[in-house]
């Protein structure tokens, strides 16, 4: 039986998730759950600069607090002044050192997440609630939920991308419909589907007069990736726009296209909030922890360790056939320049049968 909620009244909760943009989407459902259970409360968010882009106009957030990019320990003292003992209570959504540091600043009263294992001893001591997290748990929004265990759970989880923003004119010109966005870039090399997968992808949507979206960063990396697959695919039925985008404008793309292909990155997790029907290629990592959360969804893990194909509401996840899969890993090698093999043998085909049984089976359902 669980143990009753606790009735406390809190008036200023910091939530803290100090890692990559998609962490930072996948706390949403914290952060709503956590403004339902105190509607009175001023919920802020601190996390790295250049993450908290997914919270901009989020209506549950009243402030965000961005820690400087390569920020070290020393450089850490203005911030901890800044927050000290500001907040009623401290969920604390990363088990790093620095967030749990935080967290202690920030606080009396701490709920957070942290490893079985003697080096995490000192954090569990100074916690109220430790959601203790093991090698094979449960997905990361149940994971984050589970800091108001003690308040109780909301039965389902929802994702909160940003506010869509107009896209710019040349683009909103250009788009026709039905069109695919492809999301080709990853932020480590082994979860990148092979470019000349993502080139045949393309031109079988081409073939089906789809038109087709290149998404990537503003990096040079992410520009080149995305300029190869436009090289070889070399269709002008595309559009190659890589570093184009904010996150608002993407949210923009994203609800008006007919579906969405990309890796295990934040683009395929926002695909998968703004309700898009989403194709995620998933190769070493297991998407029962990091699938796409499928738009409201209860709290129950979506997916499965492994299967050729899994869906979810507007997700499909796809994995390579290797026995191996997932591993967990940072591919074949553990590195994060690592090939992964499984990526390589997931073949263009599979894939472009999804899209396009996305793209064509609701107009022919209806």
Request: proline share 8%.
């Amino acid at each position: 039986m669980n143990a009753p909620a606790k009735v406390d009244a809190f008036t200023r909760i910091l939530v803290i998730c100090t890692r990559q943009i998609g962490d930072v989407l996948l706390t949403t459902p914290l952060i709503r759950a956590a403004r339902t259970r105190w509607p009175d409360a001023a919920v802020d968010v601190l996390g790295f600069a250049g993450t908290l882009g997914m919270l901009r106009g989020n209506g549950d957030v009243a402030a965000l607090i961005e820690v400087p990019a390569g920020q070290g320990w020393l450089g850490s003292l203005a911030l901890l002044r800044r927050i000290w003992r500001r907040y009623d209570l401290a969920l604390i959504a990363q088990y790093s050192d620095r967030a749990h540091l935080y967290g202690w600043a920030a606080a009396g009263r701490r709920s957070g997440l942290a490893f079985i294992g003697a080096k995490s001893w000192w954090k569990r001591r100074l916690l109220e609630h430790t959601v203790l997290l093991a090698e094979h748990q449960e997905h990361a929004v149940i994971e984050k939920l589970r800091l108001l265990e003690p308040w109780g759970l909301p039965q389902r989880a929802t994702l909160s991308p940003p506010a869509a923003e107009a896209l710019p004119a040349d683009v909103d010109a250009a788009l026709r419909s039905p069109y695919v966005v492809v999301h080709v870039p990853s932020l480590v090399r082994y979860k990148q589907w092979p470019v000349a997968h993502f080139a045949a992808l393309v031109r079988a949507l081409v073939a089906r007069d789809v038109q087709v979206a290149l998404s990537g960063g503003p990096s040079d990396a992410d520009r080149h990736l995305c300029a190869e697959v436009a090289r070889i695919a070399a269709s002008p039925r595309l559009l190659d726009l890589a570093g184009r985008l904010s996150l608002a404008q993407m949210a923009a793309l994203l609800q008006g296209a007919a579906a969405y292909v990309g890796p295990d990155t934040s683009i395929t997790h926002l695909a998968a909030a703004c309700g898009t029907p989403v194709i995620a290629l998933y190769g070493p990592i297991s998407p029962r922890l990091w699938g796409p959360w499928p738009g409201d969804a209860a709290l129950a893990d979506p997916y499965a360790d492994r299967a050729p194909r899994q869906a979810a509401g507007n997700v499909v996840v796809l994995q390579g056939p290797p026995p191996c899969v997932p591993c967990n890993q940072a591919g074949c090698e553990n590195h994060v320049a690592s090939r992964s093999v499984c990526l390589e043998i997931l073949a263009p085909a599979r894939v472009a049968d999804e899209a396009l049984r996305a793209v064509f089976a609701p107009a022919a359902a209806s």
